[in-house]
T-cell receptor, first 112, second 114 residues
């Protein structure tokens, strides 16, 4: 089974609303990363949060990490139609040689 | 110009054919990866290479082989393609800057095996 599991699998919101996606994982991590994928295209790195960090911001993105619950969330504030994409969490697991394990993704649709 | 390029971008082939997908990068990274993505799913690692002389199997290497011809080039081969290898294939690179493996992806190759 996958290390990272995103929730929800799909999310539809109106432009201007906030979008929250969650990621749960199973084993200890060095860091957790979020990537974005526009339909049929390559993934693009958004943000990385280290295991000793609890929150990180980048523009309209806010990521939180709770290592006690083995979970992370990605918040996109004031969403735009251009934010429509799939979002994946990827974990750098302890002892995995800095390899990333990707979750199944959340498909976000932002309606204008 | 794109830092990570993949050729071809689309390929339709028949069962039993041998095909090669190519990846080139101009980022100067040592680490390169091949992933496959099936509809609605995340990425699964096929093979990875940490330098020219290093090749490692990933989660789903059966039916695939790779060649690291140079630091900048990493090719994926399907020796005898089968329909369940129909998928979107991605190449990625990283350099483990500051001990963190942020990856940079190519645009993908859409492969259909009939």
């Amino acid at each position: 089974s996958q290390q990272g599991e995103e929730d929800p699998q799909a999310l539809s919101i109106q432009e201007g609303e906030n979008a929250t996606m969650n990621c749960s994982y199973k084993t200890s991590i060095n860091n957790l990363q979020w990537y974005r994928q526009n339909s049929g295209r390559g993934l693009v790195h958004l943000i990385l949060i280290r295991s000793n960090e609890r929150e990180k911001h980048s523009g309209r993105l806010r990521v939180t990490l709770d290592t006690s619950k083995k979970s992370s969330s990605l918040l996109i504030t004031a969403s735009r139609a251009a934010d429509t994409a799939s979002y994946f969490c990827a974990t750098d697991r302890v002892g995995a040689g800095n390899m990333l394990t990707f979750g199944g993704g959340t498909r976000l649709m932002v309606k204008p | 110009d794109a830092d990570v390029t993949q050729t071809p971008r689309n390929r339709i082939t028949k069962t039993g054919k041998r095909i090669m997908l190519e990846c080139s990068q101009t980022k100067g990274h040592d680490r390169m990866y091949w992933y496959r993505q099936d509809p609605g799913l995340g990425l699964r690692l096929i093979y990875y290479s940490f330098d020219v002389k290093d090749i490692n199997k990933g989660e789903i290497s059966d039916g695939y082989s790779v060649s690291r011809q140079a630091q900048a080039k990493f090719s994926l081969s399907l020796e005898s393609a089968i329909p369940n290898q129909t998928a979107l294939y991605f190449c990625a690179t990283s350099d483990l800057a500051q001990g963190m493996d942020t990856q940079y992806f190519g645009p993908g190759t859409r492969l259909t095996v009939l």
